[in-house]
């Protein structure tokens, strides 16, 4: 169970990444950033999670919105993934967690 959730909070971080990566990179590019090698890839890997928070948003929320609100849910259940991880390693001890 402890290895489900590493690989959950691990996941989770890298989408997390993707989204602020992506973002940051928005910033420096600018209008080109669409012909951008390293936009796309990220825009690739972004999407799982952009995905997913359009499926689940009521559809007055804007596209524009849904990047910031992807990182917005990403964080929570990141928050309660390390939550589960250190109920796991306080019930088990240090020798699990290790």
């Known amino acids: 169970m402890l290895l489900l959730i590493i690989v959950l ?6 989408s997390l990444m993707f989204i602020v990566g992506r973002f940051l990179l928005g910033l420096l590019a600018g209008a080109k ?5 390293f936009w ?6 972004a999407k799982p999670a952009l995905w997913i928070t359009r499926r689940i948003s009521p559809r007055f ?20 993934v ?6 796991m390693c306080l019930q088990g001890g240090a020798v699990v967690c290790q």
Request: net charge negative; glycine share 0%; proline share 2%.
């Open 61 to 80: 929320i804007l596209d524009q919105h849904i990047p910031l609100a992807a990182a917005s849910w990403l964080v929570m259940a990141w928050v309660l």
């Open 9 to 14: 909070k691990s996941l989770i971080e890298l």
């Open 82 to 87: 390390v939550k589960l991880k250190i109920d």
């Open 33 to 37: 950033r669409d012909t951008n090698v």
């Open 40 to 45: 796309q890839l990220l825009d690739v890997a």
